[in-house]
């Protein structure tokens, strides 16, 4: 807590750093009568000194506290005795952690010798000191800076022009972080797919019918046939995904139409909220549902009906996602319906058509392009939904079309062979890395291809 | 108006920020055992966690469930307090695994084997009563069976259990058990197929002549939707049973105690699952549990040694302790002394030569 | 010519008049029915959940008469309270009432209706105050789970004594305990104090909470001004060109991308490259700012985006810069805006489990955690553990869980219909 202490000063230091630039600016352009002779507002004098005092001090601290532990722990490892020194970097690390614990007060392992207490002692002396260095180093360079800022501070000085470049630069920051992200995942997932498609070529797992990852869990077994072909997970995922989109569609898209066309104010303010709860509901609660209400429900419904069903069907599972999915495609049609301009409703509605003849030959086609950007969004959440997957639909790659039999996803895949008990170099933990590469590059290719049909199709009205 | 609140909202926003940047930089050893490793011990290994900390003054051990090949993963990554201390297992450590945690440097490691688990088929209380031989499973659930003549194997060719047996029901055989990456599902091939699949003497002789041809045969299970994978969430699998009477499903006999009066247990080559009958080893079908420790670790890591003692004590795992409540079946006292023994003395694996 | 079409026209139009006015009802009722398919679902859901989860915000209590002994208790003289045998108190307290069980098994039964918690609550009780040494008092004690679970009738006594878990005798002593009023059932407010346990009667959401709610500070901390900064550069001042189109598609694409794959990425560069310890709520809280944050980018984007050009057109036309028209004028009418999509994605974080099973957060926990770095769990992780509990007793906890996840939920989803009214005004 002591460095949130320093963080505090640090803060409360820019913002007396904020009042005496604001100050000195207006003094310097004696008197606020004759602010009109800043080039700047008194405000942003004010920001400017505060920058300086905040930023280079918070950038030494953040720098300190990373490098800080590794200091000290090399210098209480400088003054173990030669026997402990030799140890593997692994002990090292071990006894270090001991050493942290009796320094801490927490409780200690095995015996405490004088060595440990030793080192305890200077560890705490070590972190003091540092701590003291700290607190007058940040301080000082808080000061130093801030008080330079001020002196800098003249009628002529473009204090407007330095804060907005600053600021900018953050902005800029923050939007390239996003692009972060994409490398991020990228790299954490490609270098295991490739080694992955070093044992597994990449034609057998692209076009290979047959999924299953049988092959041994330990070396002295035979592992029978261990076949990675990923068609019938993309088609298990895309049967699961039809059977959503078939419920969300049309509910989700009448639901739109029905709240901003027909319903009263009152009515469309309390259920679009009630269906929003839909989406906010957590997917592990979705999939025990899934798998133990309404999987028993279709399974009974489609024995009476005399048709087979397996207790694990793609139905339950695209049932219950279809329904998470409603609020998605009825919120984003509905913004897509709104958006359509006010004139052109009115001019069908006064020629003589019915609401739904304005809905249907007017309205829809003009909000199409928006529409079918959700429904590609709520394509690519049913894709990549996991937990009702996990839950309700089981884990057989099944290569069918028919929904009352089980299938399986590739996020379930993905899951299933992480937590796995296999051995975890082997090509079945791996494949799970293939997988996710492929899971993000066909999103990538949805949202490229929404992107493409709003930019293509969208109507400019305004 | 908006504009204070949005200066209220900034202001909260980097407070909040300051009091994060504070506590994610707080130094501090690692003061617990850390465990992780396969979820068919999870259970046992969490028990035993519990009443460790709260008995003891030191903290409650952490446990992950990971799976056992991840959990033997993160083990053998090294040795540190970044490391866990104990890797749970519901199978041996395989001799890769043992050689790769030693190029990391964990050197030592101590096995300890903390009892039995077994693998029950079961249904629902209204499906019928079933006794099967572990041929029944074996022809119900491969991929291939044998045809006439001796070896000649077609397709799994068997609808319904009257097909496999002219003495069990006309049912349509569905069972739902464990994925192939799982260790129960690889146990149950080792014991329950196997064990039926050499029953058949052509396919038994294949044995010596062509190793691999014989496991290949007696160790794949039917792929054509007989055969359910389920994932290995076993509480699901039950209420799945009760669900539809008509199938059978495979899991660890901890879930058959605790649902006695949802699901009941095929008995298999004429023993019925009960604590006894898999303690006695007259079930046929059951596997040991594992834990592996960092010899390393012990005495630096606060409570690993504390942890181990109430592991292998006899209120724990003896025939009248606690896990044994939990559903885990003890070993002999003999072994259990034995082991227990090793433990206290560190004793650690030896890495074979290859 | 004209006269005669025109009557043609009007006659067409008015026999085809009722056929629409059918279409026209028949599409109203589809609306009608659909957007009531949501809603009932909703309500059924609702029931079930209530159904199950309410009865374990009810815990049973065992009355007995706890005699602190001193010779457990202080069997050298002095009180030891790291090695006394507490349950030996608890056991013989519950053995007083039945006098008359003797034999070894019988008393190994008996001693099965409390729960290990009574020792722990003895424990503290003396460790509070020590001058109760030698003392009789009366507790009230949890009872063990499968007591519990015969009160609330999910176990069924008629079935057969090897079908449930508590056997004849058993059930003869709970009866007998109901019938001298020592058998009481109060609120569970262990649900609400403690962290995991593996003994349902003690198991509770504290540490599971407190996970959560570390992770969505962080989250909060994060997503929303890195959020808010990006969408403010991206709506306000980045050039158009193909840089900023790729970012654009590059958010987009981050919004749907699979939440298992966040997971990936966050055991890859915060654990394995940052080396941040697993289980930490510090990792979880990245990861799930990275999940949220292209949501918000997105919805504070369309927050800015319907502030009206005439608002950014005075303010330029009165001279402020750039900078001071985005900051003090746009940013403001957007704010409520932004609040809503920062609130929508907080509640996605808060139900979000699937990345989490990846970076180590499926674990037992029992200690609460007190920072961003100690090992924690999450809500929704923890009724994924819960779930795959063998024990009874865990079913219905799982659904109070659920119950009390939903309803920090709800609360969230109405702070955002609140916002939103504030932001749905008509230019």
């Not at chain 1, 490892?77 to 026997?83: E, H, I, K, M």
């Not at chain 1, 490229?448 to 199709?457: D, E, T």
Request: charged fraction near 20%.
């Amino acid at each position: 807590m002591q460095i949130t202490t320093l963080t505090l000063i640090i803060a409360a230091m820019a913002a007396g750093a904020f009042y005496f630039g604001r100050e000195r600016s207006l003094s310097v352009a004696s008197g606020p009568s004759r602010m009109q002779t800043l080039h700047s507002l008194p405000g942003y004098y004010g920001y400017y000194t505060a920058i300086w005092a905040l930023l280079p001090a918070m950038g030494l601290l953040l720098a300190w506290n990373l490098i800080e532990p590794r200091v000290i722990v090399g210098l209480i490892v400088q003054g173990l005795p030669d026997a402990e020194q030799s140890m593997s970097p692994g002990e090292l690390n071990l006894l270090i952690n001991n050493i942290r614990n009796l320094a801490n007060g927490d409780i200690v392992s095995g015996e405490v010798g004088t060595v440990l207490q030793d080192a305890a002692a200077r560890y705490l002396e070590y972190a003091n000191t540092g701590r003291w260095m700290l607190a007058v180093l940040t301080i000082g360079l808080a000061t130093l800076c801030a008080s330079l800022a001020w002196r800098r501070i003249t009628p002529k000085f473009r204090a407007r022009n330095h804060v907005e470049r600053v600021i900018s630069g953050l902005l800029i920051a923050a939007s390239s972080i996003a692009i972060l992200t994409t490398i991020g995942i990228v790299m954490s997932v490609l270098f295991e797919a490739i080694r992955f498609f070093r044992e597994v070529p990449l034609s057998e797992f692209l076009f290979g019918l047959n999924w299953s990852p049988q092959t041994a869990i330990r070396a002295d077994q035979v592992g029978s046939s261990g076949s990675f072909g990923a068609v019938p997970l993309f088609t298990g995922t895309l049967l699961i995904t039809g059977i959503a989109m078939f419920i969300a569609v049309p509910v989700g898209l009448m639901t739109a139409i029905y709240l901003a066309e027909y319903s009263s104010a009152r009515i469309r303010t309390i259920t679009k909220p009630i269906l929003e709860i839909l989406a906010g509901i957590p997917t592990v609660v979705y999939g025990f549902f899934a798998a133990l209400t309404v999987a028993p429900v279709v399974r009974r419904a489609g024995e009476s009906m005399g048709f087979e069903v397996a207790s694990e069907s793609a139905l339950a599972a695209g049932l219950v996602m279809g329904i998470m999915i409603i609020p998605l495609v009825s919120s984003l049609s509905d913004d897509a319906i709104n958006s359509v301009p006010r004139a052109m409703r009115d001019g069908a509605l006064a020629l003589g058509s019915t609401r739904s003849e304005t809905m249907t030959k007017v309205i829809l086609p003009a909000a199409l392009p928006g529409i079918v950007g959700g429904i590609l969004l709520a394509v690519s959440r049913a894709i990549g939904e996991t937990m009702i997957v996990v839950m309700a639909a089981g884990l057989s790659a099944n290569l069918t079309a028919n929904p009352l039999e089980a299938v399986t996803t590739v996020t379930v895949q993905i899951v299933t062979l992480l937590v796995g008990d296999q051995e975890f170099d082997s090509a079945k933990t791996l494949a799970a890395f293939a997988l996710g590469l492929m899971l993000f590059l066909i999103t990538l290719g949805l949202n490229v291809l929404g992107i493409y049909v709003v930019r293509k199709y969208r109507e400019e009205y305004d | 108006m908006a504009k204070r609140s949005m200066r209220s909202v900034i202001v909260a926003s980097t407070l909040a920020s300051i009091v994060i940047c504070g506590d994610a930089f707080a130094q501090s050893g690692r003061d617990y055992v850390y465990i992780v490793g396969s979820s068919t011990v999870y259970p046992f290994a969490t028990v035993v966690a519990e009443r460790f900390g709260r008995g003891s003054d030191f903290k409650t051990p952490k446990v992950e469930s990971t799976g056992s090949g991840g959990g033997l993963k993160l083990f053998c990554d090294g040795i540190g307090v970044d490391y866990p201390d104990i890797a749970n297992a519901s199978r041996a450590i395989k001799q890769s695994e043992l050689a790769m945690c030693a190029s990391n440097g964990v050197a030592e490691v101590i096995e300890v084997k903390i009892g039995y688990d077994g693998i029950v088929v079961a249904n629902a209380i209204a499906g019928r009563e079933i006794s099967l031989s572990r041929q029944d499973i074996f022809l119900a659930l491969a991929k291939e069976v044998p045809g006439g003549a001796d070896g000649d194997l077609i397709e799994n060719p068997y609808q319904t259990w009257q097909d496999v047996n002219s003495s069990l029901p006309a049912q349509r055989i569905e069972v739902l058990g464990p994925p192939p990456t799982s260790g129960t599902r690889d146990a149950f091939v080792e014991l329950a197929m196997e064990g039926g699949c050499k029953t058949i003497p052509w396919i038994a002789a294949l044995k010596n002549e062509d190793g691999d041809k014989y496991k290949a045969v007696c160790h794949t299970i039917r792929e054509d939707g007989k055969f359910i994978e389920a994932g290995e969430n076993d509480n699901l699998i039950v209420q799945k049973l009760e669900a539809n009477p008509s199938a059978f499903g495979i899991f660890g006999f901890s879930f058959l105690d605790q649902n006695a009066e949802k699901v009941k247990g095929a008995a298999i080559d004429g023993t019925v699952p009960t604590f006894d009958a898999i303690a006695d080893g007259s079930y046929p079908v059951s596997r040991p549990l594992y834990f592996y420790v960092k010899k390393a670790h012990v005495d630096v890591i606060p409570g690993l040694r504390g942890f181990l003692r109430e592991f292998t004590s006899e209120r724990a795992w003896g025939e009248e302790g606690y896990l044994s409540d939990r559903g885990l079946i003890p070993m002999p006292t003999v072994e259990r002394k034995a082991v227990a023994n090793a433990v206290s003395q560190l004793t650690p694996l030896a890495v074979a030569e290859k | 010519m004209s006269g005669e079409s025109t009557v043609t026209t009007r006659s067409k139009v008015e026999r085809s008049l009722g056929k629409r006015r059918r279409k026209e009802s028949i599409f109203r009722i589809l609306g009608i029915a659909s957007t009531l398919v949501g809603v009932l679902f909703l309500l059924v859901f609702f029931w079930t959940l209530i159904g199950q989860g309410s009865s374990a915000f009810l815990q049973t209590f065992i009355e007995i008469e706890v005699e602190f002994s001193e010779d457990i208790l202080a069997p050298a003289g002095e009180l030891d309270l790291a090695y006394a045998d507490f349950d030996a108190i608890a056991r013989n307290a519950l053995r007083e009432k039945f006098p008359d069980v003797t034999s070894r098994s019988e008393r190994r039964e008996l001693n099965q209706l409390i729960s290990v918690g009574a020792g722990y609550q003895i424990k503290d009780a003396i460790a509070g105050d020590p001058d109760l040494l030698g003392t009789t008092l009366l507790m009230q004690v949890p009872a063990a789970a499968n007591v519990d679970m015969v009160l609330k009738e999910n176990i069924d006594r008629n079935l057969g004594e090897d079908r449930r878990p508590i056997s004849d005798s058993q059930l003869e002593w709970i009866d007998a305990l109901i019938a001298d009023g020592s058998l009481v059932s109060k609120f569970n407010v262990a649900l609400f104090t403690n962290g995991d346990s593996r003994e349902p009667e003690l198991a509770g959401i504290r540490g599971a909470l407190m996970g959560s709610f570390y992770m969505l500070l962080i989250t909060v901390a994060l997503a929303f001004p890195i959020g808010a900064a990006a969408a403010i550069y991206l709506e306000e001042f980045a050039p158009k060109n193909r840089w900023s189109d790729l970012i654009e598609v590059n958010i987009n694409n981050l919004a749907a991308v699979p939440s298992i794959v966040f997971g990936l990425l966050g055991l890859a560069v915060f654990i394995n490259w940052m080396s941040i310890p697993r289980s930490a709520p510090l990792v979880g809280g990245l990861v799930l700012s990275l999940l949220t944050l292209p949501v918000i980018i997105i919805a504070a984007r369309a927050a800015i985006k319907a502030v009206p050009p005439s608002i950014r057109e005075a303010a330029l036309g009165l001279g402020a810069s750039k900078m001071q028209v985005v900051f003090h004028h746009v940013m403001p009418l957007a704010m409520p805006g932004m609040l809503t999509g920062t609130i929508i994605g907080m509640s996605r974080a808060l139900g979000e489990s699937a990345p989490l099973l990846m970076i180590g957060m499926v674990a037992f926990i029992v200690d609460v955690p007190a920072g961003f770095s100690d090992p924690a769990t999450a809500l929704p992780v923890q009724i994924y553990l819960w779930a795959d509990s063998p024990e009874r007793a865990f079913a219905e906890r799982t659904s109070a869980a659920i119950i009390v996840l939903l309803g920090f939920l709800l609360v969230m989803n109405l702070a955002a219909v609140i916002m939103r009214k504030k932001v749905e005004r008509k230019w």
